[in-house]
């Protein structure tokens, strides 16, 4: 089995997704976020060589917003309401990992069951298709075992990831109109995520999301 | 003739080159510190100066004491010439996989009788954190190894890494895997940066020092050696593996690649004392974190494999 440099690309974001699950910094957490961004970013200019230029477009917003944009206010906000690590998560960090791995395999078996939309390359659309699951159950397993409310849009962001690596590999690619669209849903959701951040923080006094179950009025 | 050339090469290479590459780490680290740091061969030094100096030996040590250092030095011999740490390696009849594996731990096994054969309280602390440590990181070497010897359907080392070798002659991404989690696995089981720090004074939070704190002369040098070349074999390994993982990408004549071999080991150790700079000692607690990633290396790894085996 020989892997093409797009396929390397898109299989890259979801290995980096499986080593976010192994540490809670949450800088460290950030930065391999933003690294899986990046290669996500590279496949979309790889598929934009390929097929439609406007992807070449999409490529740059992503690298400008996502990887780089969305990391930094995040981390920022990290700073401010002084949250540097996960305390308490439902399963200990190596344990998850290890469960993200056993995901990949599980997604890789999954993706032949699917029909392949996409003609030409049919090997490449099955790699794109498991490496999209795989982010898709990466993040999935970050919202689930996190408790602290940062980790919960870290994991967000990830199913984000996800949701857009399958489009992009099962696709022929969205209108650009939609993507910038979905682009612009992120951010604003991340901004007002991240202000409410600063509000629970000021009136509980911490961030853990699994005590946030009561209401108070 | 070439044949006798090769076995006069390595052997030199053999009893030079390991207190030399710890000299280089030393040295790398050293100049990310703006330290000028002592000449590379300066562990070489060290080795002659322990070769003069006197011995003393605990009186409660029994024989085990004694012969460990020099059974050790053995082992890690014989594990030198069954592994392919640089490709002008002669040739040996059978460097299975999982011998050389065991020769590993028998080698801590008796390191660790070692430690516990002197009773002292250092030894003891040492043994026990480097059996904790080897109980984690076991499966990410065998399973590194178990993998790349899947792909090529053999378990001899000097096959699954000789260049003539076309299961795994387009596979970097496999490589890249296995190599990162041997050169992971290989900051554990030797005792380096992340995990222990060997220049600290205090042998209390240490695991190999600790462990060797009872031998002082010739021991100590057949000991340091032994660890020396134990340093060289593992990062010369995964030195191995991405030189593999970049060998598609730069078509390598057949005539550079001895040197290029050397040329990789070389690099890898540089890049253990840019690690060592950069990195600090881990809390003991933190350990199976890190640890973990190696496993994750090594269990990515025999996922490609697996996948490999499937599609083919």
């Keep these: ?217 | 003739m070439t044949e006798f050339f090769r076995w006069l090469v390595f052997l030199m290479f053999v009893v030079l080159a390991p207190p030399v590459s710890v000299g280089i780490i030393r040295k790398v680290k050293a100049r990310l510190q703006n330290r000028i740091g002592a000449s590379i061969f300066q562990p070489l030094f060290d080795l002659l100066k322990f070769y003069s100096k006197g011995e003393t030996v605990s009186e409660v040590t029994s024989w085990i004491f004694r012969s460990s250092a020099g059974i050790n030095f053995a082992l890690v011999l014989i594990i030198a010439l069954l592994v392919p740490w640089v490709q002008f390696k002669p040739h040996v009849a059978s460097a299975d996989i999982f011998l050389v594996i065991y020769l590993f731990a028998f080698m801590r096994m008796m390191t660790v009788l070692a430690a516990l054969d002197a009773g002292s309280a250092f030894g003891g602390f040492g043994a026990s954190r480097e059996v904790t440590l080897a109980l984690l990181i076991e499966p990410a070497l065998v399973l590194c190894l178990a993998s790349l010897g899947v792909v090529s359907r053999t378990s001899d080392l000097e096959q699954i890494f000789s260049f003539a070798n076309l299961a795994l002659s387009n596979q970097p991404g496999l490589w890249l895997l296995a190599g990162s989690g041997l050169f992971l696995t290989s900051l554990v089981e030797l005792s380096r940066m992340p995990v222990d720090d060997p220049t600290t004074h205090l042998e209390l939070t240490m695991v190999h020092e600790a462990m060797i704190l009872e031998n002082s002369g010739r021991n100590l040098l057949l000991v340091e050696y032994t660890h020396a070349l134990k340093l060289l074999v593992l990062f010369g390994l995964s030195a191995q593996c991405f030189l593999h993982a970049i060998a598609p990408v730069w078509q390598l004549p057949a005539v550079l690649i001895s040197a290029a071999s050397g040329g990789a080991v070389l690099i890898t150790l540089a890049l253990v004392g840019v690690q060592e700079g950069l990195s600090v000692k881990l809390r003991w607690t933190r350990l199976p974190e890190f640890i973990a990633y190696a496993v994750t290396m090594a269990l990515l790894s025999v996922l490609v494999a697996i996948a490999g085996r499937l599609g083919s």
């Design chain 1, 1 to 217: 089995m020989t892997l093409s440099i797009y396929e390397l690309a898109v299989l890259s974001a979801s290995i980096l997704a499986i080593f976010l699950l192994g540490t809670t910094y949450i800088r460290t957490n950030l930065g391999f976020y933003s690294a899986q961004t990046m290669a996500i970013a590279a496949a979309t200019m790889l598929a934009g060589s390929q097929r439609e230029p406007h992807l070449y477009v999409i490529a740059l917003i992503i690298l400008l917003l996502k990887a780089v944009g969305i990391p930094v206010f995040l981390i920022w906000i990290a700073d401010r309401i002084d949250a540097q690590t996960d305390a308490g998560t439902y399963l200990p960090a190596p344990l998850s990992m290890h469960l993200g791995i056993l995901l990949l395999g599980a997604s890789y078996i999954l993706s032949s069951e699917l029909p392949m939309m996409l003609g030409h390359g049919q090997g490449s659309s099955r790699i794109g298709a498991t490496a999209a699951m795989s982010l898709l159950f990466s993040g999935i397993l970050v919202m689930l075992t996190r408790r602290i409310a940062i980790s919960q849009i870290i994991g967000f962001l990830m199913i984000e990831n996800g949701i857009y690596l399958f489009a992009l590999t099962q696709t022929h690619g969205m209108p650009m109109m939609v993507e910038m669209g979905i682009l612009l849903d992120v951010l604003v959701g991340v901004m007002i995520a991240g202000l409410l951040l600063f509000r629970i923080k000021k009136s509980f006094e911490h961030i853990d999301a699994s005590q946030l179950t009561q209401l108070k009025d």
